[in-house]
Antibody, heavy 121, light 107 residues
Framework: QVQLVQSGAEVKKPGASVKVSCKASGYTFTSYDINWVRQATGQGLEWMGW????????GYAQKFQGRVTMTSNTSISTVYMELSSLRSEDTAVYYCARGVMVAAGFKFDYWGQGTLVTVSS | DIQMTQSPSTLSASVGDRVTITCRAS??????LAWYQEKPGKAPKLLIYKASSLESGVPSRFSGSGSGTEFTLTISSLQPDDFATYYC?????????FGQGTKLEIK
């Protein structure tokens, strides 16, 4: 069965960086994009960006351009999301999600369990 | 960037009610729209993709419609498990965005 398993909770100081991992299993890793979505407490879902693990292409939301980097290690079926220059507003649960393109449509059909990142001095 | 606006932000309803949530895009997105259900402490769950296609395993009381800039999610007969927050999501030119969410509460 398809699974996305994320790394554990992190506590970081303002100005630091955090790197969250998302390990995929149960499907051909290089055949699907991985997206990152975050949710601050009491707030809505916010899409951060996508990565194609096969060719390494990425696309980031404008809000995060210059601060986010998504990479992958195909040998262990894992995608990483690194967010730099952290501030308190980055405190949120970060999710990875598999992205699937279908005819004239798309879907995020499998999600990781979420990783809580807390930014606090 | 395409903005997605959901209405209402909060909806109070009772078990058995038929409810509709609307999502409007700031420009046409054809049928590039999905709907998700989110509950506290859990990852979002895909309900509808391509505006009106029901994801496998999702109860048939959920349905989606629309194209272009206006879309709706309808729950035909609310069940206790349906009280949650619902989000629409669009895709355009390698960019995605979500609506702000609609919280469905028990009346």
């Amino acid at each position: 069965q398809v699974q996305l398993v994320q790394s554990g909770a992190e506590v970081k100081k303002p100005g630091a960086s955090v790197k969250v991992s998302c390990k995929a299993s149960g499907y051909t890793f290089t055949s699907y994009d991985i997206n990152w979505v975050r949710q601050a407490t009491g707030q809505g879902l916010e899409w951060m960006g996508w990565m194609n693990p096969n060719i390494g292409n990425t696309g980031y939301a404008q809000k995060f351009q210059g601060r986010v980097t998504m990479t992958s290690n195909t040998s262990i079926s894992t995608v990483y999301m690194e967010l730099s220059s952290l501030r308190s507003e980055d405190t949120a649960v970060y999710y990875c999600a598999r992205g699937v393109m279908v005819a004239a449509g798309f879907k995020f059909d499998y999600w990781g369990q979420g990783t809580l990142v807390t930014v606090s001095s | 960037d395409i903005q997605m606006t959901q209405s209402p932000s909060t909806l109070s309803a009772s078990v058995g009610d038929r409810v509709t949530i609307t999502c409007r895009a700031s420009q046409s997105i054809s049928s590039w729209l999905a709907w998700y259900q989110e509950k506290p402490g859990k990852a979002p769950k895909l309900l509808i993709y391509k505006a009106s296609s029901l994801e496998s395993g999702v109860p048939s009381r959920f349905s989606g419609s629309g194209s272009g800039t206006e879309f709706t999610l309808t729950i035909s007969s609310l069940q206790p498990d349906d009280f949650a927050t619902y989000y629409c999501q669009q895709y355009n030119s390698y960019q995605y965005s979500f609506g702000q969410g609609t919280k469905l509460e028990i009346k």
